[in-house]
């Protein structure tokens, strides 16, 4: 089964910034969107960015726009969220995602969890 490994995720203060990664090595752009989620506690997991397949228009959560940005690395095949001015309200697990664009069938990876407090 293909993977997907978020690293990254830490402990910031509010206003600071974090860089998230994904090892997407297994999945071609062309054929997946690409996304990023997270999921704090008592909530349900929300859509945060994503890149669609295989134009690359991007699409991002009211909530990070102007402040998160998803982009690629083609080189390595990684997807990346840089997070800027986070808020305390930005604390939960994210989480890598790959959607086949023909068949629609998602691809997780195992989370990373992201804590903004001071």
């Known amino acids: 089964q293909r993977q997907l490994v978020e690293s990254g995720g830490g402990l910031v203060q509010p206003g600071g910034s974090l860089t998230l990664s994904c090892d997407a090595s297994q999945f071609r752009f062309d054929t997946y969107h690409m996304s990023w989620y997270r999921q704090a506690p008592g909530k349900e997991r929300e859509l945060v960015a994503r890149i669609n397949s295989p134009i690359g228009r991007k699409k991002y959560a009211d909530s990070v726009t102007d402040r998160f940005t998803i982009f690629t690395d083609n080189d390595k095949n990684w997807v990346l969220l840089q997070m800027n001015n986070l808020k305390p309200e930005d604390t939960a697990v994210y989480y890598c995602?790959?959607?086949?664009?023909?068949?629609?069938?998602?691809?997780w990876g195992q989370g990373t969890q992201v804590t903004v407090s001071s």
């Open positions: 995602n790959a959607e086949d664009r023909w068949y629609g069938s998602q691809n």
